[in-house]
Protein backbone atom coordinates (compact mmCIF):
# COMPACT_ATOMS: atom_id res chain seq x y z
CA UNK A 1 0.00 0.00 0.00
CA UNK A 2 1.52 3.45 -0.97
CA UNK A 3 1.23 6.27 1.80
CA UNK A 4 2.14 9.94 1.42
CA UNK A 5 4.71 10.71 4.41
CA UNK A 6 1.92 12.55 6.97
CA UNK A 7 -0.49 9.19 5.76
CA UNK A 8 2.16 6.84 6.82
CA UNK A 9 3.20 8.51 10.24
CA UNK A 10 -0.59 9.16 11.43
CA UNK A 11 -1.14 5.39 10.34
CA UNK A 12 1.52 4.04 12.41
CA UNK A 13 0.89 6.28 15.59
CA UNK A 14 -2.54 7.75 15.58
CA UNK A 15 -5.37 4.71 16.45
CA UNK A 16 -8.20 6.84 15.53
CA UNK A 17 -6.35 7.93 12.19
CA UNK A 18 -5.46 4.39 11.38
CA UNK A 19 -8.99 2.88 12.12
CA UNK A 20 -10.34 5.76 9.33
CA UNK A 21 -7.95 4.15 7.13
CA UNK A 22 -8.67 0.85 7.21
CA UNK A 23 -12.36 2.00 6.74
CA UNK A 24 -11.77 3.93 3.39
CA UNK A 25 -9.86 0.53 2.09
CA UNK A 26 -12.73 -1.32 2.70
CA UNK A 27 -14.75 1.40 0.73
CA UNK A 28 -12.32 1.50 -1.88
CA UNK A 29 -12.52 -2.30 -2.19
CA UNK A 30 -16.12 -2.77 -2.03
CA UNK A 31 -16.51 0.23 -4.93
CA UNK A 32 -13.48 -1.50 -7.25
CA UNK A 33 -16.18 -5.48 -7.03
CA UNK A 34 -18.86 -2.96 -8.27
CA UNK A 35 -17.10 -2.43 -11.35
CA UNK A 36 -15.31 -5.52 -11.97
CA UNK A 37 -18.21 -6.60 -14.27
CA UNK A 38 -17.72 -3.89 -15.92
CA UNK A 39 -13.58 -4.11 -16.11
CA UNK A 40 -14.22 -8.27 -17.25
CA UNK A 41 -16.43 -7.11 -19.77
CA UNK A 42 -13.93 -4.45 -21.56
CA UNK A 43 -11.18 -6.81 -21.15
CA UNK A 44 -13.06 -9.57 -23.01
CA UNK A 45 -14.57 -7.19 -25.64
CA UNK A 46 -10.47 -5.54 -25.97
CA UNK A 47 -9.64 -9.66 -27.92
CA UNK A 48 -12.69 -9.86 -29.87
CA UNK A 49 -10.65 -9.34 -32.65
CA UNK A 50 -7.97 -12.47 -31.84
CA UNK A 51 -11.18 -14.52 -30.84
CA UNK A 52 -10.37 -14.02 -27.35
CA UNK A 53 -6.61 -15.17 -27.38
CA UNK A 54 -4.40 -14.21 -24.86
CA UNK A 55 -2.24 -15.52 -21.67
CA UNK A 56 -2.33 -13.47 -18.29
CA UNK A 57 1.30 -12.87 -17.37
CA UNK A 58 0.79 -11.37 -14.07
CA UNK A 59 -2.73 -9.62 -11.79
CA UNK A 60 -1.40 -7.16 -9.35
CA UNK A 61 -3.38 -4.75 -7.13
CA UNK A 62 -2.48 -1.93 -5.33
CA UNK A 63 -3.67 1.21 -3.13
CA UNK A 64 -2.30 4.71 -2.48
CA UNK A 65 -3.11 6.99 -0.35
CA UNK A 66 -1.65 10.96 -0.24
CA UNK A 67 -2.31 14.23 1.12
CA UNK A 68 -2.97 16.45 -1.81
CA UNK A 69 0.29 18.97 -1.13
CA UNK A 70 2.60 15.10 -1.19
CA UNK A 71 1.02 14.04 -4.06
CA UNK A 72 3.76 12.23 -5.98
CA UNK A 73 4.17 9.34 -8.94
CA UNK A 74 7.25 7.42 -6.65
CA UNK A 75 4.79 5.37 -5.00
CA UNK A 76 3.03 4.33 -8.46
CA UNK A 77 6.38 4.01 -10.21
CA UNK A 78 8.23 1.92 -7.55
CA UNK A 79 5.43 -0.48 -7.79
CA UNK A 80 5.03 -0.89 -11.77
CA UNK A 81 9.38 -0.82 -11.73
CA UNK A 82 8.71 -3.94 -9.54
CA UNK A 83 5.78 -6.30 -11.56
CA UNK A 84 8.27 -5.28 -14.16
CA UNK A 85 11.19 -7.17 -12.44
CA UNK A 86 8.88 -9.84 -11.10
CA UNK A 87 7.33 -10.37 -14.59
CA UNK A 88 10.30 -10.28 -17.05
CA UNK A 89 12.99 -11.16 -14.29
CA UNK A 90 11.94 -14.14 -12.56
CA UNK A 91 11.44 -17.23 -13.84
CA UNK A 92 7.91 -18.38 -13.51
CA UNK A 93 7.99 -21.82 -13.55
CA UNK A 94 5.30 -21.98 -16.63
CA UNK A 95 7.29 -22.82 -19.17
CA UNK A 96 5.00 -21.20 -21.76
CA UNK A 97 5.14 -17.55 -20.13
CA UNK A 98 9.15 -18.13 -19.67
CA UNK A 99 9.00 -18.71 -23.38
CA UNK A 100 6.66 -15.46 -24.05
CA UNK A 101 8.67 -13.41 -21.73
CA UNK A 102 11.93 -14.21 -23.33
CA UNK A 103 10.82 -13.53 -26.54
CA UNK A 104 9.72 -10.16 -25.01
CA UNK A 105 12.69 -9.36 -23.22
CA UNK A 106 13.88 -6.55 -25.77
CA UNK A 107 11.00 -4.85 -24.70
CA UNK A 108 11.09 -4.99 -21.05
CA UNK A 109 12.10 -1.31 -20.63
CA UNK A 110 10.30 0.45 -22.79
CA UNK A 111 7.21 -1.84 -20.85
CA UNK A 112 7.68 -0.50 -17.79
CA UNK A 113 8.72 3.02 -18.99
CA UNK A 114 5.38 3.27 -20.81
CA UNK A 115 3.24 1.59 -18.02
CA UNK A 116 4.64 4.52 -15.47
CA UNK A 117 4.12 7.18 -17.72
CA UNK A 118 0.49 6.05 -18.32
CA UNK A 119 -0.34 5.47 -15.49
CA UNK A 120 1.80 8.95 -14.10
CA UNK A 121 -0.71 10.91 -16.09
CA UNK A 122 -4.15 9.01 -15.41
CA UNK A 123 -3.65 9.39 -11.87
CA UNK A 124 -2.20 13.34 -12.11
CA UNK A 125 -5.72 13.61 -13.86
CA UNK A 126 -8.01 12.17 -11.37
CA UNK A 127 -6.51 13.57 -8.58
CA UNK A 128 -7.60 16.51 -8.93
CA UNK A 129 -11.08 15.94 -9.53
CA UNK A 130 -13.29 16.72 -6.23
CA UNK A 131 -16.00 13.91 -5.72
CA UNK A 132 -17.70 12.49 -2.64
CA UNK A 133 -18.27 9.24 -4.32
CA UNK A 134 -15.65 6.86 -6.17
CA UNK A 135 -15.22 7.61 -10.30
CA UNK A 136 -13.00 4.99 -11.76
CA UNK A 137 -11.13 4.63 -15.41
CA UNK A 138 -10.53 1.61 -17.51
CA UNK A 139 -7.77 1.73 -19.68
CA UNK A 140 -6.06 -0.58 -22.27
CA UNK A 141 -2.24 0.34 -22.66
CA UNK A 142 0.14 -1.20 -24.74
CA UNK A 143 3.35 -2.20 -23.85
CA UNK A 144 5.05 -4.18 -26.52
CA UNK A 145 3.83 -5.81 -29.04
CA UNK A 146 0.93 -8.19 -27.96
CA UNK A 147 1.30 -7.05 -24.47
CA UNK A 148 -1.07 -5.09 -23.07
CA UNK A 149 -1.36 -4.09 -19.27
CA UNK A 150 -5.37 -3.55 -18.51
CA UNK A 151 -6.12 -1.32 -15.87
CA UNK A 152 -9.14 0.13 -13.24
CA UNK A 153 -8.33 2.51 -11.24
CA UNK A 154 -10.88 3.53 -8.68
CA UNK A 155 -10.61 7.03 -6.96
CA UNK A 156 -12.23 9.46 -4.56
CA UNK A 157 -10.90 12.66 -3.10
CA UNK A 158 -12.32 13.23 0.18
CA UNK A 159 -11.17 15.62 3.46
CA UNK A 160 -9.55 13.79 5.79
CA UNK A 161 -9.50 13.47 9.44
CA UNK A 162 -7.94 14.28 12.88
CA UNK A 163 -4.77 15.97 12.37
CA UNK A 164 -5.23 16.47 8.48
CA UNK A 165 -8.73 17.50 8.97
CA UNK A 166 -8.19 20.62 6.99
CA UNK A 167 -6.01 18.75 3.92
CA UNK A 168 -7.77 16.96 1.12
CA UNK A 169 -6.70 13.15 0.90
CA UNK A 170 -6.44 11.27 -2.79
CA UNK A 171 -7.08 7.87 -2.63
CA UNK A 172 -6.70 5.56 -5.77
CA UNK A 173 -7.21 1.73 -6.08
CA UNK A 174 -5.44 0.23 -9.11
CA UNK A 175 -6.24 -3.28 -10.87
CA UNK A 176 -3.60 -4.31 -13.10
CA UNK A 177 -3.92 -7.21 -15.93
CA UNK A 178 -1.08 -7.83 -18.08
CA UNK A 179 -1.79 -10.09 -20.90
CA UNK A 180 -0.03 -11.12 -23.67
CA UNK A 181 -1.77 -12.17 -27.66
CA UNK A 182 0.24 -13.92 -30.05
CA UNK A 183 -2.33 -12.74 -32.57
CA UNK A 184 -1.62 -9.18 -31.39
CA UNK A 185 1.90 -9.15 -31.15
CA UNK A 186 1.93 -10.54 -34.84
CA UNK A 187 0.08 -7.52 -36.22
CA UNK A 188 2.54 -5.39 -33.81
CA UNK A 189 6.20 -6.56 -34.81
CA UNK A 190 7.08 -4.50 -36.76
CA UNK A 191 8.72 -1.06 -36.86
CA UNK A 192 5.03 0.61 -37.60
CA UNK A 193 3.91 0.21 -34.32
CA UNK A 194 7.20 1.66 -32.41
CA UNK A 195 6.79 4.53 -34.80
CA UNK A 196 2.96 4.99 -33.86
CA UNK A 197 4.01 4.81 -30.11
CA UNK A 198 6.39 7.53 -30.29
CA UNK A 199 3.79 9.70 -32.30
CA UNK A 200 1.65 9.09 -29.25
CA UNK A 201 3.80 10.89 -26.84
CA UNK A 202 4.61 13.36 -28.70
CA UNK A 203 3.30 16.98 -26.73
CA UNK A 204 2.31 17.38 -23.33
CA UNK A 205 -0.66 15.40 -22.15
CA UNK A 206 -4.49 16.50 -21.10
CA UNK A 207 -3.26 15.64 -18.04
CA UNK A 208 -0.14 17.95 -18.29
CA UNK A 209 -2.36 20.74 -19.16
CA UNK A 210 -5.16 20.80 -16.82
CA UNK A 211 -2.13 20.58 -13.91
CA UNK A 212 -0.49 23.39 -15.90
CA UNK A 213 -3.68 25.55 -15.77
CA UNK A 214 -4.16 25.22 -12.14
CA UNK A 215 -1.15 25.76 -11.32
CA UNK A 216 -1.17 29.17 -12.94
CA UNK A 217 -4.26 30.26 -11.60
CA UNK A 218 -2.88 29.57 -8.13
CA UNK A 219 0.73 31.57 -8.37
CA UNK A 220 -1.65 34.21 -9.94
CA UNK A 221 -4.44 34.22 -7.20
CA UNK A 222 -4.52 37.02 -4.02
CA UNK A 223 -4.56 34.16 -1.85
CA UNK A 224 -1.21 32.65 -2.83
CA UNK A 225 0.46 36.60 -3.38
CA UNK A 226 -0.66 37.75 0.37
CA UNK A 227 0.73 33.98 1.94
CA UNK A 228 3.63 33.77 3.43
CA UNK A 229 6.16 31.64 1.39
CA UNK A 230 5.92 28.80 3.97
CA UNK A 231 2.05 28.72 3.29
CA UNK A 232 0.12 25.53 2.56
CA UNK A 233 -0.75 27.30 -0.80
CA UNK A 234 3.15 27.83 -1.53
CA UNK A 235 3.11 24.25 -0.52
CA UNK A 236 0.36 23.02 -3.19
CA UNK A 237 2.35 25.62 -5.63
CA UNK A 238 5.49 23.68 -5.42
CA UNK A 239 4.07 20.08 -5.38
CA UNK A 240 2.08 21.30 -8.82
CA UNK A 241 5.45 22.17 -10.37
CA UNK A 242 6.91 18.70 -8.86
CA UNK A 243 4.33 17.19 -10.32
CA UNK A 244 4.60 18.90 -14.12
CA UNK A 245 8.55 18.04 -13.66
CA UNK A 246 7.39 14.11 -13.25
CA UNK A 247 4.89 13.99 -16.04
CA UNK A 248 7.45 15.53 -17.99
CA UNK A 249 10.73 13.11 -17.08
CA UNK A 250 8.04 10.43 -17.60
CA UNK A 251 7.19 11.12 -20.94
CA UNK A 252 10.65 12.13 -22.25
CA UNK A 253 11.84 8.13 -20.26
CA UNK A 254 9.28 6.15 -22.17
CA UNK A 255 9.49 8.06 -25.41
CA UNK A 256 13.24 7.36 -25.39
CA UNK A 257 12.80 3.84 -24.57
CA UNK A 258 10.84 3.25 -27.69
CA UNK A 259 12.70 5.63 -29.60
CA UNK A 260 16.04 2.89 -29.28
CA UNK A 261 13.90 0.47 -30.49
CA UNK A 262 13.00 2.32 -33.40
CA UNK A 263 16.18 3.39 -33.91
CA UNK A 264 17.68 -0.25 -33.90
CA UNK A 265 15.05 -1.86 -36.10
CA UNK A 266 15.32 0.43 -38.24
CA UNK A 267 18.89 -0.11 -39.37
CA UNK A 268 18.47 -3.91 -38.62
CA UNK A 269 15.78 -3.42 -41.67
CA UNK A 270 18.00 -1.45 -43.63
CA UNK A 271 20.87 -3.86 -43.76
CA UNK A 272 18.30 -7.27 -43.99
CA UNK A 273 17.45 -5.40 -47.19
CA UNK A 274 20.51 -3.34 -48.58
CA UNK A 275 23.06 -5.81 -49.39
CA UNK A 276 25.54 -2.92 -49.28
CA UNK A 277 24.57 -1.78 -46.06
CA UNK A 278 25.99 -5.12 -44.62
CA UNK A 279 28.79 -4.82 -46.91
CA UNK A 280 30.00 -1.23 -45.04
CA UNK A 281 28.66 -1.52 -41.71
CA UNK A 282 29.91 -5.16 -41.21
CA UNK A 283 28.29 -7.06 -37.98
CA UNK A 284 24.36 -7.29 -38.33
CA UNK A 285 22.29 -5.67 -35.75
CA UNK A 286 20.33 -7.51 -34.02
CA UNK A 287 16.38 -6.46 -34.55
CA UNK A 288 14.23 -5.97 -31.11
CA UNK A 289 12.03 -8.17 -33.05
CA UNK A 290 13.70 -10.74 -33.91
CA UNK A 291 13.46 -13.40 -30.75
CA UNK A 292 9.35 -12.53 -31.16
CA UNK A 293 9.21 -13.25 -34.86
CA UNK A 294 11.05 -16.84 -34.46
CA UNK A 295 8.35 -17.33 -31.51
CA UNK A 296 5.42 -16.44 -33.25
CA UNK A 297 7.03 -18.77 -36.02
CA UNK A 298 7.01 -21.56 -33.55
CA UNK A 299 3.78 -20.90 -32.69
CA UNK A 300 2.25 -20.62 -36.45
CA UNK A 301 0.99 -17.30 -36.04
CA UNK A 302 3.41 -14.88 -37.82
Known sequence: MGKSPTIKDLSNTDKEFSAFMEEMGKSVKEAAAGFMSEFQNSVKSFYADSNGEYTRMAAKEHEDYQVEAEFTMKNIAEVIEKIGKEVFGTPSGDAEKQETISALDSYAGMAVKVAVNFLSNALSALAWKE?????????????????????????????????????????????????????????????????????????????????????????????????????????????????????????????EAIRELADCQAAADNMLHDHKAVLTQGEPVIAPNAKLIAYLKRHNES
Open 131 to 255: SASFTHDIQHVSLGPGLTLHLLIVSRVYEGRGPIKSKKVLQNFILYQMNFSRKKAAAQADILYLQAQMNSLNGDSAAYHTIQKAWTALLASKEYLQEAANGPLHLLAANYQSILNELRASQKAAY
